[in-house]
Every structure is written in structure tokens, then in C-alpha cells.
């Protein structure tokens, strides 16, 4: 009987671990116009939105729960209806919040050092990428699970097609700051038409998940 226990034992304890390191399967996109959260430039046939995945079940899309470390994260959309393309290589994000914090958007190896826990130093500048990292074993195999889903979950469109959408989400640090939903605003600059000149910068009001939902 003994045994058997630990045989229930072994296999809820490996359900739990395949459940918790699933698989990231991001979001699909709609049309930047159907979000709460948006700005549109009919002249220039572009829009913009952004969904906060701050509480369940929406965050329940990642294995980490970002905001229990400090982290928010930001679903931006950005829609093309033009004729030509649009870059996003030089585009800059800022959250203000109601309070005026600015906070800019995080880099993926900023978030993983964040929730990985990784301390960086002159001496050890918290190596991402192609780990290793300290401590081995399963502490190691979580860390590449959570970088993994990073660089899964980022923004990382350069541009943006014709009659097209990309999307992806945007990190910020939110560590101390208090109601940083609420009333906040996400800037969005340095979006490119297909000739180099830069768009009108987008000014996204940020709906909280509870208020409305697309």
C-alpha cells in the first residue's frame, strides 16, 4: 500500500509539473479598433491597443505570474489598414501612470533576471540566453522554461504588413508603484511609415481588465 501511495504521489506531482510548464500559446490578435483600450489615426489608417493580463484567468495563459513579481504585462496590438508597411524597429512604449510614473518597457532579459531571480553584478552579470544558470537541475530547467516563454510571449515585430496585425506583449516594472492600472496611459513613438517619416505617437488610455473586456 505504501508503495501505491508514492506511485499517487509521483504521478500528481509530474501532472502538476507538465501543467505548470505548458506549452505558451499566445493570444490571437483581433482587428487594433475592436480593443476598449485603443487610439485610432484614421489618416493615417493605423491603430493601436493594448490588454492588460494582470489577474486570472487572463494571466493564467503564462506559467509565471508576473505580477506576483513585480512585473505587468501588456498585450499591444497594432494594426496596419494602409496600403504600404510600417516599421517598428525604433518603436518606444511608456506606461504613465495616474500618479506620473513613466515607466518604460522592459527588455526580456531584464524580465527574466527579474523573475528568475538572477542578481547581477560586475562579477556576474546575470547570463541569459544560452544558460547556464546558477544552481543546476531543476532550478536550471525552470529558468530555461521561463526564458523560453518570455521570448515566446514579447513584442517582437520589426513591422507591420499592409491590411495586417501584429502583436505581442510589453513588460513593465511596477515593483512599488501603487494603482498602476488605473488611469495610466501607454505612449507609444518612433512608429515609421514605409518612406522613414515617424507617425503621430499613439496615446492608449488603459482600461483595467475589470471595467471592459474586447
Known sequence: MPGFAFLLLLLATTSIAAWAF???VAPK????NTYPSKDDHPNEKVAAAVDVYNMAPKDDIF????VDEGILPVLLIITNGSDQPISLAKMHAQLVTASRSKLDGLEVDDVFRRVAHIKASSTNP???GPL???GGGAKNKKAQQQYQELQKAGFSARAVEPHSTQSGFLFFDIEGIKSPVAGARIYLTGIRDNTGNELMYFEIPVIPPNAASP
Open 22 to 24: 505548458r506549452d505558451f
Open 29 to 32: 490578435p483581433a482587428n487594433a
Open 63 to 66: 506559467s509565471t505570474h508576473y
Open 126 to 128: 546575470g547570463r541569459v
Open 132 to 134: 547556464p544558470i546558477p
